[in-house]
């Protein structure tokens, strides 16, 4: 049966929105634009946070709501949990505005 | 009265208020104790306290001049009592002339000239007795909800914000705009961050759309200039634990409470809201205390709240309306949570519901029901400031 408790804003994203805990080796069915496909949650993920539904190799845009929210700092598979320690901002990068790095990534 | 009305409190200069404070402004630190005493002994009455007003290069002196005025002239206010301690950049009586010119009774307090703050406390307070107890015997009319202007802001948001709350949010402004004629005003420029081009598309001309761009590049250079990372102070602890990985993400959310209709204009912090109906945003940070204070001043007669996590957030003359979708929230912050839509995102109601739940609320509460916030007293007050002080 398809898991109600995780959100998919667009069916572009690559990421999915927890809506109840979840622990690690849960295997779920989502229901990814019109194919059923089943992904094992990687490691407990709390209510409110993501995971990939997709592969995402490093250095790849991280996409929810069909817009870029930031790269990704590491490969990501789907499963894995995807928060602050994989994935980095574009925006705001004083730290990396010397190598013109942080210049303003937009959709 | 009809469904297009409320019973509010006319205004001189042709507003109307669902509140009828008497406000005692301070233009500067050294003015803050007797205005605080004062608001003590004065049943009702609002202090306002800020750390600002000496000292300050001129960007930063209209900013603050304007907030107090706002505040000072706010459809919310029957009228107001400023207490100045000597000269002030912030000029005290200039400040309780524009307030007099507006209809609203008002005195300027200047300690200095009354020779010490006991002479000034008692004067403040005598002022702002004679101020509350004529208010008090203004009624409540019938009154177009046209008038009504319609603050939002975001705070502690976590995950759930932009998939329900912001939801509910949007279509109750959207409510106010399309089917009364009224206004919504929306703000925290640095949470446009990733969505700024979506939101500039909808502005309503050319010269708006360009000027929402500049200030978002603005943000993003004011905040570059720092030489630091705005990751941990955006998104904040709370975000994260929330859920939140990136300023991006948060913004994309945040974004949703706005809707999708058409963008009148961006207008400077604490600038006074346009009369025309429709949607405009103001440009303050995404600090919460900062851009609540900064919609305040402009006007907005009430403000929705849309939290995740749930917060304090509240403003002592624009009642505050908290909403949230995180059933953790609701059960963890319940006198932070005015109205609960949780069932729309983990339940089996819908956003129409959710909708029509804040709708209500606000009904009530511009027709005088106190909000959480007003009902334990909950306040704050911050400027936000351009430049160092001198």
């Known amino acids: ?107 | 009265m009809n469904d297009n009305q409320f019973l509010g409190y006319e205004r001189d200069d042709g507003s109307v208020g669902i509140r009828n404070h008497t406000v005692i402004v301070s233009t500067a630190p050294y003015a803050n104790d007797t205005v605080k005493r004062a608001a003590d002994i004065v049943e009702d009455a609002i202090p306002i306290t800020h750390p600002l007003g000496r000292c300050q290069t001129k960007p930063d002196v209209f900013q603050t001049y304007r907030t107090l005025l706002g505040y000072a002239t706010h459809p919310n206010t029957y009228g107001a009592v400023v207490v100045a301690h000597a000269g002030e950049i912030v000029d005290g009586d200039e400040l309780a002339e524009d307030i007099a010119e507006t209809g609203r009774p008002s005195d300027s307090v200047n300690i200095h000239r009354e020779k010490g703050v006991m002479n000034a406390l008692k004067r403040t307070v005598n002022s702002a007795q004679e101020i509350a107890q004529d208010a008090s015997a203004q009624k409540r009319v019938p009154s177009d909800m046209s008038n009504l202007t319609f603050g939002i802001n975001c705070a502690t948001s976590d995950t759930t914000s932009g998939l329900c709350q912001h939801k509910a949010t949007a279509n109750a402004v959207w409510r106010l705009i399309d089917e009364h004629g009224g206004r919504g005003c929306f703000a925290e420029t640095p949470e446009f961050f990733g969505g700024e081009n979506e939101l500039a598309e909808r502005a309503v001309n050319d010269e708006v759309k360009q000027e929402i761009l500049e200030r978002v590049g603005h943000w993003d250079e004011r905040l570059q200039a720092t030489g630091y990372d705005v990751r941990g102070a955006q998104p904040t602890p709370d975000n994260m634990d929330g859920g939140l990985t990136t300023i991006e993400e948060k913004s994309l959310g945040a974004l949703v409470k706005s809707g999708d209709g058409p963008i009148q204009d961006i207008i400077d912090y604490g600038a006074k809201i346009p009369r025309d109906s429709g949607m405009y945003i103001m440009d303050t940070p995404g600090h919460g205390a900062e851009s609540v204070t900064g919609i305040g001043a402009g006007g907005a007669h009430f403000m929705v709240i849309s939290t995740g996590q749930g917060h304090t957030l509240s403003n002592a003359v624009m009642p505050t309306i908290k909403i949230t979708g995180n059933p953790g929230s609701a059960e963890r912050v319940p006198e932070e949570t005015d109205v609960d839509v949780s069932e729309a995102l983990v339940g089996d109601e819908s956003f129409e519901w959710a909708t029509d739940q804040l709708w209500d609320e606000i009904v009530d509460v511009v027709n005088g029901k106190v909000t959480l916030s007003e009902a334990l007293g909950e306040s704050q007050f911050a400027i936000h400031r351009i430049g160092p002080s001198t």
């Open chain 1, 1 to 107: 049966m398809v898991e109600r408790h995780v959100a998919i804003v667009e069916p572009s994203d690559n990421v999915a929105t927890v809506l109840r805990d979840m622990q690690g080796g849960e295997s779920i069915e989502l229901n990814i634009d019109g194919e059923t496909k089943t992904i094992e949650i990687a490691e407990d993920i709390g209510f409110g946070h993501k995971f990939a539904i997709q592969p995402i190799p490093n250095g790849e845009t991280i996409t929810k709501y069909g817009k870029s929210i930031g790269n990704a700092t590491e490969d990501i598979e789907p499963g894995d949990r995807v928060h602050v320690h994989n994935v980095e901002s574009n925006y705001g990068r004083g730290d990396l505005a010397d190598d013109d790095q942080a210049k303003v990534v937009s959709e």
